[in-house]
């Protein structure tokens, strides 16, 4: 099944008063390959990486309904020109002549339960398939750096690091929105929903379960398994380093910031004495 957002207008940049907010991009440090640790490399080179979506953890990614038959009218020239050769009233219809048939169609469609039934199996089809999933590639971040589980899920428990990223200083990192949260999946009127709609539906809502990681995403039509996107070095603003961070893994990611991103500031994660919280304190370095 093709994206519902092909032949739509792409979602257009916010406006100056819809600046998108600091974000911080977790990452954990490959300390038995320093050299050629894909984090180190991106400070190194200053790029982002936008993973294709079927790479992500969240096997209900793009899990929505599409309503394809969203008024009468529609839904009646579906009935009456479905191929009807694999149902149970396929081989009477080849039996009738064109006019007939659809004088029989006609008569089904005016029968309430069978109006009903075909309407119903019609309004919540699957939304996207694995293979439509491959068309598109997403940079994911969050709107916060204070969540534990955050550090524990993609900064390798706490040793790895957070980037703060800002967003609005590159042109496609600024399109990044907010995800949405919620129990249910959303439906897309395929018809009448315009472009954001459907992008808000289709590819920023998830459940309930992740909202701790107040996620913003920014998307990017790609065939490819990932895509590298060199940023300006004004794009990286600080970096905080885990709370179990060892000595020799923030050393090294000190010194992936040179030259480039030298004026990058670095902040330590301390761990709350009485509470569940973490506080950041500025790391002075010696360039």
């Not at 219809?93 to 009903?116: G, I, P, Q, T, Y």
């Not at 524990?152 to 949260?181: C, F, K, M, Q």
């Amino acid at each position: 099944m093709a994206l519902v957002f092909v032949g739509t207008k792409p979602p257009q940049p916010p406006s100056l008063l819809e600046m998108v907010p600091p974000l911080y991009k977790f990452r954990s440090i490959n300390e038995s390959d320093f050299e050629n640790c894909f984090t180190l490399k991106s400070l190194r080179e200053s790029h982002v990486f936008f993973a294709n979506m079927t790479t992500l953890n969240d096997p209900f990614e793009m899990g929505t309904y599409l309503n394809q038959v969203s008024d009468p009218e529609t839904a009646r020239n579906e009935f009456m020109n479905t191929d009807w050769s694999s149902s149970p009233i396929g081989r009477h219809l080849e039996s009738l002549k064109k006019d007939v048939r659809r004088e029989f169609l006609e008569m089904r469609w005016n029968d309430a339960e069978w109006r009903e039934g075909f309407i119903e199996a019609w309004r919540k089809v699957d939304g996207f398939s694995d293979e439509s999933k491959k068309f598109m590639s997403i940079f994911c971040a969050s709107g916060t750096r204070d969540d534990g589980l955050l550090w524990a899920h993609y900064a390798s428990g706490h040793r790895g690091i957070a980037i703060e990223l800002d967003a609005n200083a590159d042109g496609v990192l600024r399109i990044a929105r907010p995800v949405e949260y919620q129990e249910e999946f959303p439906i897309i009127d395929v018809l009448h929903d315009d472009a954001e709609t459907k992008l808000r539906k289709g590819l920023l809502t998830k459940s309930r379960d992740w909202k701790y990681e107040q996620e913003f995403r920014a998307l990017f039509p790609d065939l490819c398994e990932g895509l590298r996107h060199e940023v300006d070095p004004s794009v990286f603003v600080s970096i905080s380093f885990g709370s179990k961070i060892s000595d020799e893994t923030r050393e090294k990611v000190i010194e992936a910031t040179r030259p480039l991103l030298s004026h990058v500031r670095f902040e330590q994660a301390r761990l709350g004495k009485k509470t569940f919280s973490m506080t950041f304190e500025s790391f002075s370095v010696t360039r």
